[in-house]
């Protein structure tokens, strides 16, 4: 029971970030209805720049989760700008292809410019882990967590409390109907693809923190762990991605403590797989 | 008020237009007639800027719209009520009712605000509904709030797309009578239908479109003293 509690507990801390990433995935996929496959590489060039600035500057904890996200929105602007804007009339399909290429071209970037595979990422490991009766409470997960929360609670707030964020969720909805408004539906969704790549920043320097580490397999993680809480949740919902990330998180850690480690990969793959087999009506990304 | 001049628009190699002229004058219902496929929803694009035409020339008060990008044309004072409504379904009522004012929330907060309650008021079914999702909305309820959320932005001509389209009968009736209304207001109507008796009921002038080309001109009598026109289009047989 005590086994049950704490990798549930530790699966929601984990879970909330692969939420953000989830969250990311679906902002882009529902305003431009096409897929991001380069999501987690962008992610990964801002850790990398996050990395190379902690080497050179040790103990500098804000200016590098600046750097991480400030990557993360460059790398972001890149794709946009050439899988997406650039290919706007083409098949969605030709989009995803491009995000593969620069996926690829992301991921040798980061190795060529970085002096080994596995590079450091500054972790603020003084924080006490905190214990709550027989559970504990690491201090990465917490901040995982509470940080992870605090971007949801925020985007939320941007989404549904503002101008800008009801624009957003019009043109997801119908992006016809939304220019027959006056909605300058190119832009916002150029917007939309900010504003992903910069939770997608901020989620990267939840995980590495965690990690304290990374590698340049990082980008096929993040985009495997964000497709699938956008799936779970029913490809297309924002609050179905925040709960998709939660779900795939405590599975992964019910898995870890019950099975082991080697499973983890397996369950939540397995379990993807029958959720998009077995749910007759995903949304595929008809409004947020 | 709107004169299109030998419009051609095309989808590939496909000419769905082959040089539609027509026009609407201020203050009336015009209506356009014609069987599926015939063009009729690719032309009220196409004076939305949502399709760019090959040639010919839309004006709208005097000035060029044609190369005017669709956002601006709302702008310019034209609203479309599109073919299915297409409201906004995952946001409520009253999102979609800001929504249609979007051009106007910058500059004009106020009238905004008066406006969205004299929605309210003038459908008070809106109300009714004003925080619920617009996916819940039975059929008829959705083309009011299409309507209500084209006239948010305050339009001098307003297009209809066939507003009939999957109503029952008595809900018909009522959105006609509300363009009529509206017309009466001052708001000059561009309507296209397939419902052809209820649309020549309110109209001022008809035309009538065929495989991307006007077919027929002239008053609703005109239209239904026209016998090829009555038996294809009102199902009245005479002699
Ligand atoms: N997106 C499109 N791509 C290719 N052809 C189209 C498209 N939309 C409409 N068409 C064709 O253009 C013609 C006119 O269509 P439309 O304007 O929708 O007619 P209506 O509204 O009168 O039923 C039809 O032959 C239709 O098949
Ligand atoms: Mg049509």
Partial sequence: ???????????????????????????????????????????????????????????????????TVAGALLAGVYVERFSFRALARQAPVVSMISTFAVWMQLQELVSLLSPSRTMPYPSPVWLPAVAVGPILLRSDGLLMWSGATLIMLALFALLYRTRFGTTI???????????????????????????????????????????????????????????????????????????????????????????????????????????????????????? | MLEVQDVVTSYGMIQALKGVSLAARTGEVTCILGPNGAGKTTLLYTIAGILRPRSGSVRFEGRELAGVPADQVVRRGISLVPENRLVFAHMTVRENLLAGAYARLGRDGGGVKVDLEAMLERFPILRQRAGQAAGTLSGGEQQMLAVARALMA??????????????????????????????????????????????????????LLEQGRIAFRGTPSEVSANEAISRAYLGIKRG
Avoid: C
């Fill in chain 1, 169 to 288: 969720r019009a043109v997801a909805d119908s992006s016809e109907a939304a220019t027959l408004m006056g909605v300058n539906v190119a832009m916002v969704g150029a917007a939309a693809f900010l504003v992903a790549s910069a939770v997608g920043g901020l989620a990267g320097v939840l995980i590495a923190q965690s990690h304290q580490q990374v590698t340049p397999y990082f980008g096929l993680w993040a985009t495997v762990k964000g497709m699938t809480a956008m799936l779970l949740g029913g490809a297309g919902s924002l609050p179905g991605a925040v709960v998709g990330g939660l779900a795939l998180g405590v599975v992964e850690t019910q898995t870890l403590w019950h099975f082991g480690g080697q499973w983890r990969d397996l369950v939540s793959y397995a379990l993807l797989f029958l959720v998009v087999a077995l749910s007759p009506r995903t949304r595929w990304g008809s409004g947020l």
């Fill in chain 2, 154 to 207: 305050r339009p001098r001509l307003l297009m209809m797309d066939e507003p009939s389209l999957g109503l029952a009968p008595m809900i018909v009736e009522q959105i006609f009578e509300i363009v009529a209304a509206l017309n009466r207001e001052g708001i000059t109507v561009l309507l296209v239908e397939q419902n052809a008796r209820l649309a020549l009921s309110i109209a001022h002038h008809a035309y």
């Fill in chain 1, 1 to 67: 029971m005590v086994d049950f509690l704490q990798a549930l507990v530790d699966g929601v801390m984990l879970g909330a970030t692969y939420s953000l990433l989830g969250l990311g995935f679906t902002l882009i996929f529902g305003v431009l209805r096409r897929l991001n496959l380069a999501f987690g590489p962008t992610i990964l060039v801002g850790i990398y720049a996050g990395s190379h600035l902690s080497l050179a500057w040790p103990g500098a904890l804000v200016p590098v989760v600046a750097v």
